[in-house]
């Protein structure tokens, strides 16, 4: 093997640059194009569904509506949560919005409160799509997406539009990426909205 | 030795020396001849024969796995592979990839509408993870690791390993010298020994001889290149496995939060979650470019400056950094590189109930990266009495060129905005995905609106009661890369490690200097020296031996000239 090896080392070490830069695509100069498209999901949803035993602490999420008053999560302590993160821009967005918005209403009464987080948005298009679908509870404007980034250590929301249920006790209870249908969220919220604080 | 043949590693069985084949195993040899006492490095079982041929009649399950892997962890299989790995990185630069830019490769698509889904299929879009590529690499991975940890084992074995017993006579070796001492030949030896351990050679004695050694650094050199390859392999490994790479656009005044959520394009490694991201934020501040305004080099960019605020962590204290082309930012081992710019022009659009459905910037996307004529979609899906959708041109400095409106400047000169109006569905309306960047004009109609370009400030009331567009004014946007390499450093100190042992293998002689002394007739010693070095083809052992020679000729004064006798023998190799 030895004496072999010396003639066929550098054509080694050669390729093996080579290999090395193939592998490692950095980034290059300001006239590469950039990105194309939203990231958030299509059609198909996943739903992922805490026990009450193993439900993580959601964290406190405060911030100021799209219509310019504050809002804080703990003041809704006692009553089930479903928080859901979206945006104007977002077509999926648009496919869910009729069934949240029945649902507010229609659970209101049990003790669901809906609370919307609007990402990547302007205000004036966020009130436009709010009017259009007759959305009435508040949502918190989210610019820079960093409730989301508050979430991060229980279970972020990996897509647009995604959404979670805070159990009464203020613990994420379940968690739907995705566009929800009113069957679905109906069935993920009637076990919960049945527990008592 | 001089053979070419890189399979003829060895010439025959008595070119073997069983200290270093076996170096655990066997002691060294009562008497060795000559020929012994400088052979090649033999790896015992492949010259065993019949084990190297798949001939051999009693070859069963075992004989075929033995020989499939002695064919894996040969030096010539690991060459193959790694010319496969450097061939199938090509189409990785010829063609458009997905995870670096996924619109070149949707561009590719439109262009080759035949080829496009062949390629797709054998992963030619994704060749940094197609299965073939990771056939290639983990094969060579096995084939590094099956080749260096023997050697590793036998490293350590021939380290401790004493050289060997002198040969008879001396005077056969590729280079000797005899001269007589006025001393005792066991002082004579005494003081050859005391010279070559100066020379820190690793020195045995026995009745009437010394031998030395030097030059274990070759082999170590050898393995430390060998094992840092494997190291290279291994840290990209690990950044393909917890990296991952993202793209954002981000509008000056504009945030965002390195969540999945947040980001445009987003390649996780295989065992990246939502969770592992590092939860940074940063806004753009401003976008500052600088272009050559005159001369051959015009409309080149001079600079592009990003200045940013950024919190690792939320709750951590805001930080600034101004980001600029190959100067990324380091937020949390995680780079942030400026990839790209443009302009987001920013529009108030009124819809036919008076209400204002949309207002803010549009990012528009440069067609042509000399004078930045960019293109971009609104779209107003609330806007009453119908869904809106405007096609938009950006002319950056706009000039009229026979009768053709074009940006003659990428700076924003004489900003113009040119837009195509469309009223009806937007085709939003399903649970599927659509780009921002897209507009489907297939259940909308062009509404007739004045083709004049629209300066800042200026509106455009569009027909039918549909409403109004005002074009506000512009900004810029810059488009970052985050990337989180894990295997960046790693691979760094793996390649410099690498360089090293290639050197130091290259550098370092292995040699072996011997010396043998008999009583002559007047109660003086006779001393032969001989030396001889496996592959000296930088040359310099025959200097040493020659300084060596006269050195000790020194410490014994009186003795006659040294008679140096040349090489018989050619060693070199090249």
Known sequence: ?197 | MTTADPDARIEGPQRTDPQYARPALAPPPAAPGTEDAFADTVDPAAERPGGGGPAGPRLGVTGWLRWLWRQLTSMRTALILLFLLALASVPGSVLPQEGIDPAAVSQYYAAHPGLAPILDKLSLFSVFAAPWFAAVYLLLFASLAGCVLPRTIRLAGSARQKPPRAPRNLARLPFSASMSSAEAPADALRSAERLLRSRRFRVQTGDGWVSAEKGYLREVGNLLFHIALLALLFSVAMGGIFGYKANRLLVVGQSFANTPTDLDVFHPGRLVGPASLQPFEISLQNFRARYVTSGPQLDQPITYQAPLSYRSSPGAPLRHYVLSVNHPLVVDSVSVYLIGHGYAPEFTITDGTGHVRWQGPVPFIPVDQTSLTSEGVIKVPDARPAQLGFAGVFLPTAVDVHGQLQSAFPAALFPRVSLVAYAGNLGENGPQAQSVYDLDTRQMHQLPVPPKPLAPGQSVRLPDGYGTLKFTGYTQWASLAITYDPGQLPALISGIVALAGLILSFLVRRRRVFVRAEPAADGRAEVVLGGLARSDAAGGFEAEFTELTARFNELHAGSRVPSTVLPQQERSEQ
């Open chain 1, 1 to 197: 093997m030895s004496r072999l090896h010396r003639p066929v080392l550098a054509a080694v070490a050669a390729l093996a640059a080579l290999a090395a830069a193939g592998c490692t695509a950095g980034p290059i100069g300001a006239s590469t194009p950039l990105s194309s498209g939203q990231s958030f999901v299509g059609s198909s949803y996943e739903s992922t569904v805490f026990r009450p035993g193993s439900r993580p602490e959601a964290p406190g999420v405060s911030g100021t509506t799209v219509t310019g008053s504050r809002l804080s999560l703990a003041s809704y302590r006692g009553d089930v949560v479903v928080l859901n993160f979206w945006g104007s821009w977002c077509a999926p967005c648009r496919d869910e919005a009729p069934a949240l918005g029945t649902l507010s209403g229609k659970l209101a009464p049990e003790g669901v409160r809906f609370v919307g987080v609007d990402i990547r948005d302007e205000p004036d298009s966020a009130l436009a799509f709010m009017s259009t679908f007759r959305i009435s509870y508040p949502s918190i404007s989210d610019p820079g997406d960093l409730i989301a980034l508050q979430f991060r250590a229980t279970d972020p929301p990996s897509a647009i539009p995604s959404t979670i249920i805070i159990d009464r006790s203020g613990r994420i209870a379940a968690r739907i990426i995705g566009p929800v249908s009113y069957r679905t969220l109906r069935t993920l919220l009637t076990p919960i909205v049945a527990e008592h604080a």
